[in-house]
């Protein structure tokens, strides 16, 4: 089987336990999700270093490492939850800063980028590698654990070397 084959098996599966979880979660208030949103654009400054797209990609060239591209708008509520509790997490927060060049896109300000990248539901997540060459995507929403695997997974490049189940014995 392909490597590529493999990956794309590794990443439906992920797709589906976040579609499970996804649909077993607790509705979030309007309420809520007023508070989320005033504290997300509060504290999303202060902890990754999100780049816009154009800068990042260069970055990513010429500092030599993966793109972590998340296609997101305000109105989305896991985006919201998101960026409330996984981008929160303190080793996600030091893995994408020592490993990746994060770069966010608004798909309400930037929709022909969000057309050109085929996002069809939000959050969606793109791993490339330091070339701008797509690796993979992630549709939803993905808790701290899982998305720090994911990012070990595409930063160590086992991506080529095996399938992100194998990966996962090996941590």
């Known amino acids: 089987m392909k490597k590529e084959n493999v990956l794309v098996i ?3 599966c992920i797709a589906i336990i976040g579609f499970i979880v996804y649909n077993n979660l607790k509705p979030i208030k309007q309420a809520d999700l007023i508070q989320e949103k005033e504290t997300a654009q509060i504290s999303d400054a202060s902890n990754i270093d999100w780049q816009g797209y154009a800068q990042g990609m260069e970055l990513a060239k010429g500092q030599n490492k ?14 919201t939850k998101l960026k409330k509790t996984t981008f929160q997490d303190k080793a996600v927060l030091k893995y994408l800063k020592d490993n990746f060049i994060s770069i966010a896109v608004d798909t309400e300000k930037n929709q022909e980028l969000a057309k050109q990248w ?19 995507s992630i549709p939803g929403y993905v808790d701290a654990k899982q998305l720090l695997q994911i990012l070990k997974y595409i930063h160590t490049t086992s991506y080529g070397k095996m399938n992100f189940q194998d990966f996962l014995k090996t941590i």
């Not at 993966?66 to 985006?79: G, K, P, Q, S």
């Not at 085929?118 to 993979?136: Q, Y």
Request: glycine content about 2%.
């Open 10 to 12: 590794a990443i439906i």
């Open 66 to 79: 993966h793109v972590f591209l998340y296609f997101h708008a305000d109105w989305c509520t896991y985006c």
């Open 118 to 136: 085929k996002v069809k539901g939000l959050p969606t997540l793109w791993f490339l590698k330091p070339d701008n060459s797509k690796i993979s």
